[in-house]
C-alpha cells in the first residue's frame, strides 16, 4: 500500500508517496515519469510523509545540508547502485554522469547511469539534481532544468545557462 500527499516547495507542489517502509516517491508536477497516484490512499499523517515533509522544509530553509529518510526504492540492482551513489555525493558538490558509471559499473555504461539517474523515484533526497554533463553544463532533470538550476544554486553550485 502507498500514502501519499502534496507538499509546497520553492520549486513547486511535491508529491510524497511512502510505503511503511520508508519513502518511495517524490515527483514534481509534470514529472517526466510519473503517470499519477492511481491507486494510492491519500494519507498525510503516514510518518515517512510526515518525516519527509519537515526535512524538505529544513533543507530549503538551508537549515539541512542531508537526508536521513528511510526509504523504500523499487529499481533494478544497477539503478539501485546507481541511487546509492548519489546519496554519497554531498550538498553542493556535482559528478558527472561518466563518474558516477565509474563508481558503479565502468565508463561505457554512461548511458545506462544516465538512464537510471532519470528513473531516481526521490529527486531531491536521492540529490540527481547534482550530476552535470562531462562538460559541467546542465544536463537531463526529470523535474525540468529550471528545477535543477534552482536546487544546485540553492546549494552554492554557480550554474551556466546549461
Not at 498525510?44 to 538551508?62: I, T, V
Not at 526509504?71 to 546507481?82: I, N
Not at 546509492?84 to 553542493?92: E, I, N, S, V
Amino acid at each position: 500500500m502507498i500514502d501519499y500527499t502534496e507538499h509546497r516547495s520553492p520549486v513547486g507542489t511535491l508529491l510524497l508517496a511512502a510505503t511503511g517502509r520508508g519513502l518511495c516517491g517524490l515527483y514534481f508536477e509534470e514529472h517526466k515519469y510519473f503517470r499519477g497516484p492511481v491507486g494510492w490512499t491519500r494519507n498525510p499523517s503516514n510518518p515517512h510523509l510526515q518525516a519527509a515533509m519537515r526535512q524538505l522544509d529544513e533543507y530549503f530553509d538551508g537549515a539541512r545540508d542531508r537526508f536521513d529518510i528511510a526509504l523504500d526504492l523499487a529499481g533494478t540492482p544497477f539503478q539501485r547502485a546507481v541511487w546509492d551513489a548519489l546519496q554519497a555525493l554531498p550538498f553542493g558538490c556535482t559528478s558527472s554522469y561518466q563518474s558516477i558509471a565509474r563508481t558503479v559499473a565502468s565508463p561505457k555504461a554512461t548511458r545506462a547511469a544516465g538512464t537510471a539517474i532519470g528513473r531516481n523515484p526521490v529527486s531531491i533526497i536521492v540529490p540527481c539534481h547534482r550530476v552535470l554533463a562531462t562538460t559541467g553544463g546542465l544536463s537531463g532533470y526529470a523535474g525540468g532544468l529550471e528545477r535543477k538550476r534552482y536546487l544546485l544554486v540553492h546549494e552554492g553550485v554557480v550554474c551556466g545557462a546549461g
